[in-house]
Each structure stands twice: as C-alpha cells, then as structure tokens.
Nanobody
Framework: QVQLVESGGGLVQAGGSLNLSCAAA?????????MGWYRQAPGKQRELVAR???????DYADSVKDRFTISRDNAKKTVYLQMNSLKPEDTAVYYC???????????????WGQGTQVTVSS
C-alpha cells in the first residue's frame, strides 16, 4: 500500500516562509515519475502549484513563480516545496501528488497525500 506522507504546513505571517515535504512511503514502488503540489482554497477548485518530473524539469503556476521552489530527492522518493514571500492568497490546503509505478502491476497511477493546511495571515 502506498502512502504519501506530508509535513511542514502551518500558520505564518505574510512575507514569511514555509517548507513542505512529501515522502512516498512504500516498499513496493518500482519507479517514481512526476511529483507535484496542488492546493485548494475554500470555495475554489484544486489547482496545480508546482510540478517536477523525474529528470528535474519543473513547472509552476504563474501566481507562485519566483516565490516557490519545487525540488525532489529521488533516493528518498521525496518532493519538497519551499515557499517564500507568502501572501494571504496562498492560504489553502496543499496536496502532494505523485505518479508511481508499483512492482505489483508495473502500471503508472496517481497518488495523493492527505493534505496539509497552510495559512498566511495579513
């Protein structure tokens, strides 16, 4: 069974920083493809924040470019999101996403973390 374990959310003042991490916890992972972070604010749809492929190519939402940095440690099957210059509009539940291939069937599937709350006060 695959679990994406997230950590690092919390309450921060505007202009502050937070670092989120997400580890794919399972001994049955054959390959970790793209990993990313999404967020969902109250009353809004879930949106892509940042994404990183297995070879390190990155993609960001326009609203977070130059403020957020996504990175990954392939050996640890972990993805990070460094968030700087946070704004109140960044307040949301942040979800980790990973496209994984398991030894059980060698097919790629998307997995989601449980979500971590990020609250930015003005």
């Amino acid at each position: 069974q695959v679990q994406l374990v997230e950590s690092g959310g919390g309450l921060v003042q505007a202009g502050g920083s937070l670092n989120l991490s997400c580890a794919a916890a399972s001994g049955s992972i054959f390959r970790t493809n793209a990993m990313g972070w999404y967020r969902q604010a109250p009353g809004k749809q879930r949106e892509l924040v940042a994404r990183i492929t297995s070879d390190g190519s990155t993609d960001y939402a326009d609203s977070v470019k130059d403020r957020f940095t996504i990175s990954r440690d392939n050996a640890k099957k972990t993805v990070y999101l460094q968030m700087n210059s946070l704004k109140p509009e960044d307040t949301a539940v942040y979800y980790c996403n990973a496209n994984l291939v398991l030894y059980s069937d060698y097919s790629s599937k998307d997995y989601w973390g449980q979500g971590t709350q990020v609250t930015v006060s003005s």
